[in-house]
C-alpha cells in the first residue's frame, strides 16, 4: 500500500507518460445574415388633425380573430349517461345525509328520554325518602273511614 524504502526495496519501475491528444475544433463559418421582413412594407399615411398638426404612421390593418372551430356534436346518450351518473351520486350522498341524521335524531332523543327518567327517578325517590321525616298531609281515622265506606254504622 505505501511505497517501500527499505534498501532490499526493488529498483523503480520505468514510467510511461500518456499525453492527450489534442482534438482540432471543426472549421465554423458563419451563415450570411439575410435580413427578413414580412410581407410588404407597408405605407407611410400622414393624417391632418383638425386642430392643424399632422400625425404620419403607418396603416396598420385590423387582426382578423381566427375562425371559430365548430365542436363536434355530443350525442344525446352520452349526454343523458352522464347527467344519469351525476344524479345517482347525488340521490346516493342525500341518502347517506338522510341516514345520518336519522342516525343523530335517534341519539338524541334517545339522550332525552334518559335525562326525564333520571330527572323523574329523582322526584320519586327524593319524595319517597323525604316522607319518613316529616309528614305533610291529613291525618284520618282508618277504621271511622272504613265503616263509613263499607255502612256498617
Not at 404620419?56 to 343523458?80: F, M
Not at 352522464?82 to 350522498?93: I, T
Not at 342516525?103 to 320519586?124: D, E, K
Amino acid at each position: 500500500m505505501y511505497p517501500d524504502h527499505s534498501p532490499n526495496a526493488p529498483a523503480e519501475r520505468a514510467v510511461e507518460v500518456h499525453h492527450p491528444t489534442p482534438i482540432q475544433p471543426a472549421a465554423v463559418t458563419p451563415a450570411p445574415v439575410v435580413p427578413v421582413q414580412s410581407g410588404a412594407i407597408p405605407a407611410v399615411t400622414s393624417v391632418v388633425l383638425p386642430d392643424g398638426r399632422v400625425v404620419t404612421g403607418y396603416a396598420v390593418s385590423p387582426v382578423q380573430p381566427e375562425p371559430v372551430v365548430a365542436k363536434p356534436a355530443v350525442s344525446r346518450a352520452a349526454v343523458n349517461v352522464a347527467l344519469g351518473g351525476v344524479g345517482f351520486l347525488a340521490v346516493c350522498g342525500g341518502l347517506l345525509l338522510l341516514t345520518s341524521f336519522i342516525a343523530a335524531l335517534t341519539a338524541f332523543v334517545t339522550q332525552l328520554i334518559t335525562l326525564a327518567a333520571v330527572v323523574f327517578g329523582g322526584w320519586i325517590a327524593v319524595q319517597i325518602f323525604s316522607a319518613n321525616r316529616h309528614s305533610v298531609g291529613t291525618t284520618v281515622n282508618i277504621r271511622k273511614a272504613t265503616f263509613k265506606r263499607n255502612k256498617f254504622g
